[in-house]
């Protein structure tokens, strides 16, 4: 039973990191991707150790699982300051030195005392790098619950709502935290004084408690990405001061009327070839404030809007194409698609109903008129 769990946990995990890859690649999901690439690791590492001969095959690998343990925190800190904006600097370097001292380090003590199975577990080496990690996620803990109050404070009663998703990934480091400290008790403090059967009975638990709560950050994601889409939309999150925020808005009014007048003169949206780096040069704009523009002040991700656009100027299209002459290809690219299934799709959204029943509706009503 116990190594379904761990196999489903490493599904889950594995799953998840390559769907957040997917659905935009930006910074921001590439980092969360990669913390549940790590944990996919970790934990299929631990079931193989667990439930195969991987332990006497190559007894090296178990000291990479402790490494990938250095190596969360990290990432979870590089996320939260590139979930706020923050560019990449030196600063973040540090957030990473844990894990490559604990790499530097497990490879020179491979190279010159090798690590066996069973006699590495629970050795000096061993709980030093236990006692790494319980030590590591508590300071990535205090420095990101540290950030977040900041940027609590800062917030709007609106923009708090941003704030629950960072938040919750610190509440799941202090999770990891909560197992990785049971394990160095377990090892430093149960097993040399207690008989064999009090320790398996002990182990039993702490396995089932890092399957738990290892798996419990994979539903919550995925409610937070049903509830809250903007979790996993890979824009940034502005905090910004009531003076800051009003600023902004003029800033984004501003872009708001230049977009529509693009839209309504220019008619942009007819270019089959448009997508949000031109339409950022075209507004003179850096690209990551039209995200912010079109997924912030308008509600809409890029696509959404463009081709909401697009079907209005195709329904005028067949509402004044009484004589039928032109085919639904032709009204497609005239309207900036480039293939007609992509038409009819986003025609059918938008309008809930086909281009041919549009254009039957709108005739009739041209004819009662």
């Known amino acids: 039973m116990t190594d379904a769990l761990f196999f489903w946990?490493?599904?889950?995990?594995a799953i998840m990191g390559v769907a957040i890859a997917i659905v935009k690649r930006t910074q921001v999901n590439l980092i969360l991707s990669s913390i549940f690439g790590t944990m996919a690791v970790n934990t299929l590492l631990q079931y193989l150790f667990r439930f195969t001969d991987l332990k006497f095959q190559l007894p090296e690998l178990m000291v990479f699982t402790d490494v990938l343990d250095l190596l969360l925190p990290g990432l979870v800190l590089w996320y939260i300051s590139s979930l706020f904006g923050e560019k990449v600097t030196n600063k973040q370097i540090w957030y990473f030195i844990p894990a490559a001292a604990g790499f530097v380090l497990s490879g020179l003590f491979i190279l010159f005392f090798g690590i066996e199975f069973p006699s590495f577990i629970g050795s000096p080496f061993h709980m030093?790098?236990?006692?790494?990690?319980?030590?590591?996620?508590?300071?990535?803990?205090?420095?990101?619950?540290?950030?977040?109050?900041?940027m609590n404070d800062q917030a709007e009663a609106k923009q708090k709502e941003d704030l629950v998703w960072p938040k919750l990934l610190v509440a799941f480091l202090g999770?990891?935290?909560?197992?990785?400290?049971?394990?160095?008790?377990?090892?430093?403090?149960i097993v040399p004084f207690v008989g064999k059967a009090v320790n398996q009975y002990i182990w039993n638990i702490v396995q089932v408690n890092y399957i738990m709560f290892n798996s419990s950050i994979?539903?919550?994601?995925?409610?937070?990405?049903?509830?809250?889409?903007?979790?996993?939309s890979g824009n940034t999150i502005a905090i910004k001061s009531?003076?800051?925020?009003?600023?902004?808005?003029?800033l984004m009014n501003h872009y708001i009327a230049k977009l529509e007048k693009l839209i309504a003169e220019e008619k942009i949206?007819?270019?089959t070839e448009?997508?949000?780096?031109?339409?950022?040069?075209?507004?003179?704009?850096?690209?990551?404030?039209?995200?912010?523009?079109?997924?912030?002040?308008?509600?809409?991700?890029?696509?959404?809007?463009?081709n909401e656009h697009r079907i209005k100027h195709a329904q005028n299209i067949l509402a004044n194409d009484q004589e039928k002459s032109l085919t639904n290809f032709a009204i497609a690219v005239d309207s900036g698609f480039r293939s007609e299934s992509v038409f009819y799709v986003n025609f059918k959204k938008h309008t809930g109903m086909t281009p041919r029943q549009y254009r039957i509706k709108a005739q009739k009503a041209q004819f009662v008129a």
């Open 9 to 13: 946990s490493f599904m889950q995990c």
């Open 128 to 150: 030093i790098l236990l006692t790494a990690i319980v030590f590591w996620k508590g300071i990535a803990i205090y420095k990101a619950h540290t950030k977040l109050k900041i």
């Open 175 to 189: 999770i990891t935290l909560y197992v990785a400290t049971l394990q160095l008790i377990y090892r430093g403090a």
């Open 218 to 232: 994979i539903l919550l994601t995925l409610f937070f990405a049903l509830k809250f889409p903007k979790t996993l």
């Open 242 to 250: 009531e003076k800051e925020s009003s600023e902004d808005n003029s």
């Open 269 to 271: 949206h007819l270019e």
């Open 274 to 306: 448009l997508n949000e780096k031109v339409l950022a040069e075209r507004l003179e704009i850096q690209y990551y404030l039209l995200s912010r523009l079109l997924n912030d002040h308008l509600g809409k991700s890029f696509s959404e809007f463009i």
